[in-house]
């Protein structure tokens, strides 16, 4: 390989080698990107290296991007190394964020967290296109360099990922629910079953493809639960609070025999649950937003978690040749733009739209 074609090739840290990492890893390799793994468990970048999920063992100084791969309590640790120890940006992928984000103040930081996983644990499970049509949530702080928050949403995307930005806080709010009391709600049906006081291979052989369903997440590795129920503890707990008192509130309408107001649950469940999102619909109408924004720190974080329920396709920073603002150009929906501009304007920001054929 000539100098210039090793030159030209792009470079990747990936600390952690499990199956989050592992897929970041393939992902990579696979766009044509030269990637360094490190793991606490020699035996995890033994395997890697084995099945051909990284280049070589160890850091790279010269990496452009680290991705922190490691349990939610070893993340500020981690990364902290990892900016000390090279030039380029480095993100985390731990589903808990407001302690991370709130720590780590450095402008090369960008706390994230991909909602894509595998009941399979470790690099063996990992698999390129894991993230691809998932939802990569970006949480930038006010510290947060325009530079670090588009390379790291850049590359996200080239794993296949749609990118969401929120506040820290938010996030940690939203996966309580969406994925943490989830998660401790199959665990704790599938303990409920299995022990339920009939033979358990007769209990286990009756659960059909509901009970399965629904406790499939319970197969995940029990060790990364225990930094985020203490990490996200506030949370977890208001979550389970609110799914306690409407779990009281069913069997209230289940022991009244009320069938209309259990009718009403059930119908208001199926319809939220057929209206999920799948993905970007294919041929959805884009737009291009622009926004004339301040060079300043923080400016990218204020306009990206205005609307976070806005899906953001594309994002770029125009930087002004007079210095001291520029322009931020992001691609949404048709469909979303209207509500989009008001809260721009809401919040002080004016901006045009072109629509793209």
Not at 34 to 60: I, P, R, S, Y
Not at 67 to 86: C, I, K, M, R, Y
Not at 133 to 148: H, K, L, N, Q, Y
Not at 224 to 248: A, H
Request: glycine fraction near 10%; charged fraction near 20%.
């Amino acid at each position: 390989m000539s100098t210039d074609s090793a030159a030209s090739i792009r470079r990747a840290n990936v600390i952690g080698v499990g199956l989050i990492g592992g897929s970041i890893a393939l992902g990579l390799r696979e766009q044509g990107w030269h990637v360094t793994g490190q793991d606490n468990a020699v035996a995890a970048t033994d395997l890697a290296m084995e099945l051909d999920v990284l280049d070589a063992v160890g850091f790279d100084e010269g990496a452009e991007i680290t991705f922190v791969a490691t349990p939610v309590g070893n993340v500020v640790e981690a990364a902290q190394a990892a900016l000390a120890g090279s030039s380029g940006v480095v993100t985390d992928v731990g589903s808990v964020k407001a302690d991370i984000a709130a720590t780590i103040t450095n402008p090369r930081f960008v706390a994230g967290h991909p909602m894509a996983g595998s009941e399979q644990d470790g690099v063996s499970g990992a698999r390129a296109g894991l993230f691809s049509g998932a939802t990569w949530v970006m949480t930038p702080t006010e510290s947060t360099s325009d530079e670090a928050y588009t390379t790291v949403r850049q590359v996200v995307r080239m794993l296949g990922a749609e990118v969401v930005s929120m506040e820290p806080l938010r996030h940690d709010e939203a996966v309580a629910r969406i994925s943490h009391v989830p998660h401790i709600t199959a665990a704790t049906m599938m303990v409920m079953a299995a022990g339920s006081g009939f033979e358990n291979d007769a209990v286990l052989r009756l659960a059909a493809g509901g009970f399965r369903d629904m406790t499939r997440i319970a197969a995940g590795h029990p060790a990364i639960w225990l930094d985020i129920c203490e990490q996200n503890k506030t949370q977890i707990v208001d979550s389970l609070d609110d799914l306690i008192r409407e779990l009281q509130n069913a069997r209230g309408m289940v022991d009244r025999n009320d069938r209309e107001q259990l009718r009403s649950l059930l119908t208001g469940a199926r319809k939220a649950r057929v209206n999920l999102p799948t993905g970007i619909p294919s041929g959805l109408d884009l737009c291009e937003v622009r926004v004339t924004m301040p060079d300043i720190p923080g400016a990218i974080a204020a306009l990206t978690t205005l609307a976070p329920e806005v899906n953001i396709y594309d994002f770029e920073i125009a930087h002004s040749s007079e210095g001291g603002r520029g322009v931020a150009i992001m691609v949404v929906a048709l469909d979303d733009q209207p509500s989009f501009a008001s809260k721009l304007l809401d919040a002080g920001y004016r901006s045009s739209m072109r629509k793209l054929l």
